[in-house]
């Protein structure tokens, strides 16, 4: 009788862009990766895991993993590499930069990644001590919740808000612009237990996503005008007398100055911007301010249009007026991640900056690779790590154009060969999350989550981490960052002075895999009770005190009303979306449709599109667009359709009826369809 081979188990934490950052237990055998479970022990995630990652395993074993460095032998994206040893690949890459910076100086070289992994050692800013080292580019790394967070940063400062476990005792819970049984599912438990106690659950969404079906009331806002919805909302509070008048008294800054803006906002104004009825709009601010505590889940989507800061201002004002935050699950969450005590100038180096150095931002890439913003000196070389921007970024087509150059050397460091790697001179292949150490923070909860190393890596697939110490080593580099093993990184970027950290260190997460840092008992916590808010003011700023140097969390946030376009409104308000009839009419003749591309279900964002099962779970691209609008094309039920813009394009089948356009996320993120960019929600 054949035994089986004992089971050793290590620690896991999800590496990917979802606030939930599941606590796992790798289970491993013969040296093998055989099973990955969640972790019943954490008390978020409570052993859970998502459809993405429930088979997190086998994606470690996935046959089209890339196993070895490669360098390209055919036309770029023809997919033609031959195999080169790592000695050759840093080798390469070295000589080639050498010979870039001899000529054109070190900032004709970018780094572009994103946040594919989050991980402090192995993801989004890994490589930003090396770069900046190197004197490059800048990557300004803003796809997604710089402005959001910028918005929550001048209102409210950098708090983390409502614990996600104190949900339970909320009332009247808000989820805005949030699929959170798709995108932030170990949440919804907290929600569903509230929701059982006898709190009302309103989604506010300008899609009927999963969540929004499983809420009390969903409410839904043309796209684009959450803003005018907020102010709506602000006005009939006032109207109706139900401002907490102590705590705005004590606690906010530029009340009078918000009402006379909010006086602008009349019922039948936003019922006619937003499609939201007039008397639905009192409705909500009645229970919003009787039903406490009433709570708020801001989703990132808010802020995906041209109004979207000023929209969240608005939101995030809305706790302050009704006093929400008094309560234990009263006010408002975003991102927890602002209480995390991580050292992130360690983690980025930012200090290595020379002054000057330009920063291009992630949403840019195109337009820098094909020469439209016109760099001195051009981009000459690119390395692409923890994002696939050929299917995630804008401007596809811009993108592909700049990839395609043949004066343009490109480095991309993945797991597969995606849609952005088959544009590399040279590809690099990386370890996957159980394969190397890690230490995540994350933007849902309060919890630092460990990841232990389970296995090696298959082939000769090396931790990102590694590829900065080999690459440090060629360019000469011997700064004791470059030195460090994951373990001591994991411990150097984390501040463990920090009263937050409880005075637990690294042996701590090896014993125990995650700690939940010291913001209070969740069942008790009112971190804004007494106001209290890290502002200039101390105070809710419904009008701006101060709206400089922010600096916080992973991105760095700064605002200069003379260098940075136009300058920021003092009170929150409503920018209307940029390419409508009434603000851009010719670009609207255009492209007279308004997508929506909601986060898929089945993937995250590129991650996973590639597994034959997950794409069956997943089902078809599909389009869902209104009677109206499939029969002035002549499209029926089932039709193949292409969605596009001179942006980018995509095709699905035709779905209908429904009210708006909407395109869900197949292989790839829609990124063009119509006049204006896509809304993730």
Same mark, same amino acid.
């Given at each position: 009788?054949?035994? %089986? ?71 770029? +994206? ?90 339970? /005792? ?14 932030? *599912?170990? /949440? ?6 509230? %929701? ?62 918000? !009402? ?40 990132? @989507? ?15 004002? *809305? ?34 900056? !020379?002054? &000057? ?95 232990? !190393? ?34 001591? *990184? ?29 913001? +209070? ?23 701006? /005190? ?5 600096? @916080? &969390? ?128």
């Amino acid at each position: 009788m054949n035994e %089986q081979p004992a089971r050793e188990m290590f620690f896991g934490a999800c590496p990917h862009d979802c606030p939930d950052t599941c606590a796992m237990v790798y289970e491993v055998a013969d040296g093998r990766l055989v099973e990955v479970k969640g972790n019943k022990d954490h008390p978020i995630t409570r052993g859970g895991l998502c459809v993405k990652l429930k088979d997190f395993h086998d994606h470690h074993a996935n046959p089209d993993r890339l196993l070895y460095p490669m360098r390209r032998t055919g036309p770029k +994206g023809s997919k033609q590499f031959e195999r080169i040893t790592w000695d050759e690949a840093i080798a390469e890459i070295g000589t080639r930069w050498r010979d870039i910076i001899a000529e054109y100086g070190a900032q004709a070289i970018m780094p572009q990644s994103y946040l594919g992994n989050m991980g402090l050692v192995q993801g989004i800013n890994s490589g930003d001590p090396f770069f900046n080292r190197l004197g490059t580019t800048v990557n300004e790394k803003t796809f997604c919740a710089s402005g959001s967070s910028t918005a929550w940063l001048m209102t409210v400062g950098p708090t983390g808000g409502v614990d996600p476990e104190s949900f339970v /005792h909320s009332k009247f819970i808000v989820i805005w612009a949030c699929n959170s049984i798709s995108t932030n *599912l170990h /949440h919804w438990p907290f929600v569903l237990e509230a %929701q059982k106690r006898g709190a009302k659950v309103v989604v506010i969404d300008c899609y009927r996503s999963r969540t929004a079906k499983q809420a009390d009331w969903h409410i839904a806002p043309k796209p684009g005008t959450d803003g005018a919805l907020a102010m709506g909302i602000i006005n009939s509070l006032i109207a109706q007398g139900l401002i907490d008048q102590d705590y705005v008294d004590q606690h906010t800054y530029g009340y009078e100055e918000l !009402k006379a803006r909010a006086s602008e906002f009349t019922p039948d104004y936003v019922e006619a911007v937003t499609g939201v009825k007039a008397a639905d709009i009192a409705q909500f601010a009645k229970e919003f301010a009787t039903d406490q505590p009433s709570v708020i889940r801001i989703g990132v @989507a808010l802020e995906r249009s041209a109004g979207g800061g000023q929209a969240i201002r608005a939101v995030a004002s *809305l706790p302050a007026l009704v006093g929400s935050w008094k309560h234990v699950g009263g006010g408002l969450l975003q991102m927890p991640l602002w209480d995390f005590p991580v050292d992130w100038m360690k983690v980025s180096r930012g200090d290595w900056i !020379k002054p &000057g150095t330009r920063a291009i931002n992630n949403l840019q890439l195109g337009r820098a690779l094909t020469g439209e913003m016109k760099l001195d000196p051009p981009i000459k070389s690119m390395f692409v790590y923890c994002t696939n921007p050929v299917s995630q970024a804008p401007e596809t087509n811009k993108i592909v154009q700049g990839l395609q150059r043949e004066d343009l050397f490109t480095v991309v460091a993945e797991h597969f060969l995606t849609d952005t790697a088959k544009y590399a001179d040279i590809v690099l292949p990386a370890a996957m999350a159980g394969e190397a150490e890690d230490m995540m923070w994350s933007w849902g909860h309060f919890y630092f989550t460990y990841n232990e !190393k389970a296995v090696e890596p298959p082939g000769e697939c090396l931790p990102t981490s590694e590829m900065w110490r080999r690459l440090a080593k060629e360019m000469g580099f011997d700064d004791p960052v470059f030195q460090m093993s994951d373990s001591e *990184l994991a411990a150097y970027y984390i501040n463990w002075d920090d009263p937050k950290m409880a005075g637990v260190d690294m042996d701590y997460f090896k014993e125990h895999g995650f700690f939940k840092i010291d913001v +209070g008992d969740a069942d008790t916590r009112t971190p804004h009770k007494d106001g209290n808010f890290p502002t200039p003011s101390g105070k809710v700023e419904f009008l701006l /005190h101060d709206a400089k140097n922010f600096v @916080a &969390g992973p991105f760095r946030m700064m605002y200069d009303g003379d260098q940075c376009g136009d300058p920021v409104d003092p009170l929150p308000g409503y920018v209307p979306p940029r390419e409508t009839p009434e603000t851009n009419s010719a670009r609207a003749e255009r492209f007279p449709l308004n997508i929506l591309s909601p986060k898929s279900h089945g993937f995250l964002n590129s991650c996973y599109a590639n597994e034959p099962h997950k794409i069956k779970g997943q089902g078809e691209q599909f389009v869902l667009i209104s009677p109206k609008d499939a029969e002035a094309r002549s499209i029926r039920e089932g039709d193949p359709v292409r969605v596009f813009n001179d942006r980018g394009d995509f095709e699905g089948v035709a779905r209908a009826p429904t009210t708006w356009v909407t395109a869900s996320s197949w292989r790839h993120s829609a990124i063009g369809g119509a006049s204006t960019a896509p809304t993730a929600r």
